[in-house]
Nanobody, 125 residues
């Protein structure tokens, strides 16, 4: 069982930056692939970024490529999402997710086994 807790959301100005953190429980964190997803009001859950268990591979949605960076610190059981050049369309609840097969990257929500409760990011002009 893995428990995930996101933090770092809030109100950010257009063009600003924010860093989301996700703290994971469990002794085998490095074996889990991690992902970030987001959901804006009235829309479906969308993939943002993913990283393998070792941290050696990352993958991004086209909409955030070049602006967002996913990273992890396996010694601290943490995964991060650095978000730069934020736009109003980045406003959403952001969710951290974990999947057991950490060697494979996937952008499909149904392939993730554990989810955090989410953190709100609001980008205001």
């Amino acid at each position: 069982q893995v428990q995930l807790l996101e933090s770092g959301g809030g109100l950010v100005q257009v063009g600003g930056s924010a860093r989301l953190s996700c703290a994971a429980s469990g002794r085998t964190f490095s074996s889990f692939g991690m992902g970030w997803f987001r959901q804006a009001p009235g829309t479906e859950l969308k993939f943002v970024a993913a990283i393998t268990g070792s941290g050696g591979k990352t993958y991004y949605a086209d909409s955030v490529k070049g602006s967002f960076t996913i990273s992890r610190d396996n010694a601290k059981n943490m995964v991060y999402l650095q978000m730069n050049s934020l736009k109003p369309e980045d406003t959403a609840v952001y969710y951290c997710a974990a999947r057991r097969n950490g060697a494979v990257i996937t952008d499909l929500p149904r392939t993730y086994d554990y989810w955090g409760q989410g953190t709100q990011v609001t980008v205001s002009s």
